[in-house]
């Protein structure tokens, strides 16, 4: 089953640096889970949805 906590668990919250620290981390539970964008600077945390990713598959053409 899915390993995500149902929130953003205070004991990573704590371990966020002060000077621009970042989590993201998948929240919720076995039907839904988000991910969301941790930020501190200096005594604000926000938490948000990540910005969007483009990923794009890789379809030959070139030598790995």
């Given at each position: 089953?899915?390993?995500?906590?149902?929130?953003?668990?205070?004991?990573?919250?704590?371990?966020?640096?002060?000077?621009?620290?970042?989590?993201?981390?998948?929240?919720g539970?076995?039907?839904?889970?988000?991910?969301?964008?941790?930020?501190?600077?200096?005594?604000?945390?926000?938490?948000?949805?990540?910005?969007?990713?483009?990923?794009?598959?890789?379809?030959?053409?070139?030598?790995?």
């Amino acid at each position: 089953g899915p390993a995500a906590p149902p929130s953003v668990p205070a004991s990573l919250r704590e371990q966020l640096s002060p000077d621009g620290g970042r989590l993201v981390i998948p929240v919720g539970d076995r039907r839904r889970q988000d991910l969301l964008l941790v930020r501190r600077r200096d005594a604000v945390e926000s938490v948000a949805p990540p910005p969007p990713q483009v990923h794009f598959r890789r379809t030959g053409g070139g030598s790995s």
